[in-house]
């Protein structure tokens, strides 16, 4: 039989002919992989090295994974192609009669679990060293809600929302998309580099997920938890990501940019910012006694409707059936004023429906009122001040 004398004939020389081409081949591969240029210098088909020890160490080791699977591909493949072309019926193989062998079952037990270990040594480093959270410069606390973020620095008394900035003709596709198409924000995250920074994460309504490749930081901000994260930013720069947990119909409006500054500029935009903080308190303070005429409560209503409220309740005040209710002709909008003001100082819990107390100033929630109990035919000319939204807060406060 010729196939017999094939594989008793020369099998140790061909074997070990066999295993050099595949050591060739495998180096070959490698060698593609990290030093082909559409590779190497584009990262375009693969993650990302990022701007951090931790997300160098991730990309390592995800590299390292890689190519061992790609070592075990080409060996365990390089033997079934091997075995099922050399030894097919029509060159008259046959089959050989064995049952059981203990050698055999030791060896296929043994090296996958070498491998297996030899893979979670270096992951679990990794896995350990990204949870320790501890000796971090500063904190801030990062808050999803549907469909922005929240960044409060912890004993710093500085907080901001942080907001999609695409503008919705953009979205519409009636202006030209620009270069960070929903990757863009109205308030950056401004962090310092060179210091470690750790995240609290939690969640105002249901799980968000904050994701920013570049730092290799994903984590879900899940309601009544708080998770911890941190991060040591290596170079300076914008850092873009994205929520990463589907979170309801805005979901993929919810960007995160983090702006990460040289130390010192760091503490300058921090002191900077926390004199504005106080300067816009005292403003919103100031602005609790003014009057404003119709036509601008109007037109800073409509501004804060279509930037705050229109992603649910849509610009033409229509909603969305089922989900978020119109409020052209609603009744809580032509209603009693103080009803309306009470839905959105406070929200409704268990709904989409937000407090926005915190998220305006009492001139704004004064405007958007005004705006939505006189646009879309509500008609109804009532004109709300500042100071009826402040005496609603007021009165709650002291029940
Ligand atoms: C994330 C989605 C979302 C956003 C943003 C939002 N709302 Fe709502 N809103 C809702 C939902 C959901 C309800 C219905 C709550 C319920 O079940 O009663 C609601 C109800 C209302 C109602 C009562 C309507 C009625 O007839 O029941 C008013 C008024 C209102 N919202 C005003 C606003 C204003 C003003 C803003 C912007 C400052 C805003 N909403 C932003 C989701 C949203
Ligand atoms: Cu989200």
Redesign the pocket.
């Known amino acids: 039989m010729p196939g017999r004398q094939f594989l008793n004939q020369g099998r140790g020389e061909r074997l070990l002919k066999r295993s050099t081409t595949i050591r060739g081949l495998c180096a070959s591969i490698l060698y593609l992989g990290m030093t082909h240029p559409a590779i190497s210098a584009e990262q375009k088909f693969n993650m990302t090295k990022g701007v951090t020890d931790i997300s160098g160490q991730v990309y390592e080791l995800h590299m390292l994974i890689f190519w061992i699977c790609v070592a075990i591909a080409v060996v365990v493949f390089g033997v079934m192609f091997y075995s099922i072309i050399n030894h097919r019926k029509s060159k008259g193989a046959v089959a050989a009669h064995f049952h059981e062998s203990t050698k055999v079952e030791v060896i296929w037990t043994v090296i996958p679990i070498i491998i297996l270990v030899a893979m979670a040594i270096p992951a679990t480093k990794t896995l350990v060293a990204m949870e320790d959270t501890t000796k971090s410069d500063l904190t801030v606390i990062v808050t999803g809600?549907?469909?922005k973020w929240h960044y409060s620095y912890f004993g710093e008394d500085v907080e901001f929302f942080s907001l999609l900035s695409t503008s919705a003709k953009q979205i519409d596709n009636e202006e030209p998309k620009g270069a960070n198409y929903l990757l863009e924000v109205d308030n950056p995250l401004v962090l310092p580099i060179n210091r470690k920074v750790r995240f609290l994460l939690t969640s105002d309504?249901v799980i968000h997920s904050w994701w920013v490749p570049d730092f290799a930081v994903k984590k879900d901000t899940i309601p009544g938890f708080i998770n911890e994260a941190w991060t040591k930013i290596d170079k300076p720069g914008m850092y873009r990501g994205q929520c990463a947990e589907l979170c309801?119909?805005?979901h993929g409006f919810m960007p995160i940019v983090v702006h990460a500054m040289e130390e010192d500029e760091y503490d300058q935009w921090l002191a900077n910012k926390k004199v504005e903080m106080e300067e816009a308190r005292k403003a919103a303070q100031a602005a609790l006694g003014n009057v404003l005429p119709k036509e601008e409560l109007m037109s800073i209503g409509e501004q804060?409707?279509i930037d705050?409220?229109?992603?649910?309740?849509q610009l033409n005040g229509l909603?969305v059936p089922g989900?978020?209710?119109?409020?052209k002709g609603?009744?809580?909008?032509t209603g009693a004023v103080t009803d309306?003001l009470n839905?959105?100082i406070n929200?409704?819990s268990?709904?989409?429906?937000?407090a926005?107390a915190n998220?305006?100033t009492e001139e704004?929630?004064a405007a958007?009122?005004t705006?939505?109990r006189n646009a879309w035919g509500n008609d109804t000319g009532d004109i709300v001040q500042a100071s009826d939204v402040n005496a609603v807060i007021e009165q709650e406060s002291k029940e």
């Open positions: 809600s549907q469909w309504d309801g119909r805005a804060v409707y705050r409220c229109a992603v649910c309740h909603g989900a978020f209710p119109a409020i609603s009744n809580i909008a309306h839905i959105i929200g409704k268990g709904t989409a429906m937000q926005f998220q305006l704004e929630i958007v009122t705006y939505q």
